[in-house]
């Protein structure tokens, strides 16, 4: 069973950062890629970023150059750094691993 804990939300403005973390257990390479997601509201879940094996990176081309995701596998955490943020960042970031999904997190970018 993969368990998944998202923290690092908050709201920023415009131009600024914030770090998302997942805590995460029970996860092997088996169980598929890693990745974050994000809906904002009214709209449809989007994928953000992805990182399989610990080697290939995918993004979402709204996020390329400004979002990175890496993994510290010692910590057992999966990190999503996001700069220059933007208004319509605003969403809820969910961790996922494979089918396994977190509860979220809220990211809120003022302008």
């Known amino acids: 069973q993969v368990q998944l804990v998202e923290s690092g939300g908050g709201s920023v403005q415009a131009g600024g950062s914030l770090r998302l973390s997942c805590a995460h257990s029970g996860y092997t390479y088996s169980t598929g890629a890693m990745s974050w997601f994000r809906q904002a509201p009214g709209k449809e879940r989007e994928h953000v970023a992805s990182?399989?094996?610990?080697?290939?990176?995918t993004y979402a081309d709204s996020v390329k150059g400004r979002f990175t995701i890496s993994k510290d596998n010692a910590k057992n955490i999966l990190y999503l750094q996001m700069n220059s943020l933007k208004p319509e960042d605003t969403a809820m970031y969910y961790c996922?691993?494979?089918?396994?999904w977190g509860q979220g997190t809220q990211v809120t970018v003022s302008s």
């Open positions: 996922t691993a494979g089918l396994y």
């Open positions: 990182l399989y094996r610990d080697r290939i990176t």
